[in-house]
């Protein structure tokens, strides 16, 4: 059997996570991987995790299963958190927990393939470079939409919506909910109503990928993608990851929210997500989860938490603005028009690899950066070394 195998190239963005941290240079700059960091550049375990680690460590009696949907109770505060304004339709969603945003991904495209497999599913380009893999893994067939204007510098509706005109009734289209990952470019409230009504219109089904959630304008803020596509639209389905906003990477922690037309729909989705884990993970992993429950749950420890997201969204915020001001005075820089931790920097392959081999700054090749990989000390060298080698 292994002799049918081929290496199989590894992952351009964990190649260079394993080539950072061989990097023994002491000025290094890691803008690649999508983890939030600090002013120090370390990504911190976040106070009110610490605490709510702390409470758990005494509190817990049992390690033994807890099903295969998970928390059930973590998943109600979860979705209180995300569809909070939209509760009245909420006995027409089937969730269960899944080991992180990811997981809720390939088992949104499983259910997809189970019940439409000829549907199409329409990916933004650029989008997350694990979107496409994900869904094709899964057997679908996957077609892209343009998701950023052909100079790179911003959004162009028109252009996404008269590609998007030439979908069918029953393809999936797959939009991130917030903090665009890799361009930061996000639709606006009022771009949203517009795609929104498209799906309606042709009978498309939403799946948004919220892995910013709070990290990119606010919590309230960041959901004017789910509030103004679930109300309008009968189904959809969201994929909800807590990596990134509760810093909770490693512990795999997501959920998946299906919502169906009715109740009875529902419940037969929801039986047919459980026997999709159960043949791939079969049962979600807890700490994650625990932690985000304790959390949400003590009003204490929530508003420690919201005020540490306020303070990472204002630090993102800040870098983001004051790497405009210095970049555009000797590059172009379209980083004011964009949100959260991402843009894209308009470089070639050739200078992205000056920049790691001549100067130790790490990024992929598609030019994205994750703004909270620098601090303002390293700005003026960041800058100064995309200089030299644009020249
Ligand atoms: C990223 O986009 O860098 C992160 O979400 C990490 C990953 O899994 O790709």
């Given amino acids: ?89 909420k006995s027409r969603f089937a969730y269960l927990q899944t080991p992180g945003g990811s997981a809720a991904l390939r088992l949104g495209a499983d259910i997809i393939k189970l019940s439409t497999p ?7 380009d650029p989008s997350w470079t694990n979107h496409i893999p994900i869904f094709t893994a899964a057997g679908l067939h996957v077609k892209t939409f343009p998701a950023i204007s052909a100079d790179k510098t911003g959004l162009d509706l028109d252009q996404m919506m008269s590609t998007l005109a030439s979908t069918n009734a029953g393809d999936v289209l797959l939009l991130q909910g917030c903090g665009h990952n890799p361009s930061g470019m996000d639709l606006e409230a009022q771009e949203w109503k517009q795609v929104a009504d498209l799906c309606v219109e042709k009978g498309i089904i939403p799946f948004l990928d919220l ?8 919590l309230e803020e960041d959901l004017k993608s789910i509030s103004q596509v679930m109300e309008v639209v009968p189904e959809a389905l969201v994929a909800v990851s807590c990596s990134k906003n509760f810093g909770l990477y490693r512990e795999r922690t997501g959920a998946l929210y299906a919502m169906a037309p009715n109740i009875k729909k529902a419940e037969i989705s929801l039986t047919n997500l459980f026997a999709l884990a159960r043949v791939s993970y079969s049962m979600p992993p807890n700490h994650g989860a625990a932690i985000v429950k304790t959390i949400l749950k003590n009003e204490g420890l929530k508003q420690e938490w919201e005020q540490e997201l306020f303070d990472m969204r204002n630090r ?29 920097l308009p ?27 620098l601090n303002r000390n390293a700005i003026p060298a960041f800058v100064k070394s995309v200089s030299t080698v644009a020249q």
């Fill in 1 to 89: 059997m292994f002799e049918r195998l081929f290496i199989v190239p590894q992952d351009p963005l964990l190649k260079l996570i394993n080539e950072f941290k061989q990097d023994t240079r002491q000025q290094k700059i890691d803008l690649g991987v999508g983890v939030y960091r600090n002013e120090n550049g370390a990504t911190p375990v976040m106070k009110a995790v610490r605490i709510a680690e702390e409470r758990l460590l005494t509190s817990q009696q049992s390690k033994c299963y807890l099903g295969i949907a998970g928390d059930l109770e973590f998943l109600d505060m979860l979705g209180y958190l995300v569809f909070g304004g939209i509760r009245p339709k």
């Fill in 118 to 124: 000829e549907s199409t599913v329409w990916i933004g």
């Fill in 211 to 218: 892995a910013y959630h709070g990290l990119v304008e606010g």
């Fill in 316 to 344: 993102i915020k800040n870098i983001r603005k004051e790497l405009h001001l210095q970049l555009t005075q000797v590059f172009p820089s379209s980083l004011d028009k964009g949100k959260g931790m991402f843009s894209l």
């Fill in 347 to 373: 470089l070639t392959p050739q200078q992205i690899d000056k920049l790691k081999l001549d100067h130790g700054i790490y990024m992929p090749y598609s030019g994205r950066i994750n703004i909270a990989g």
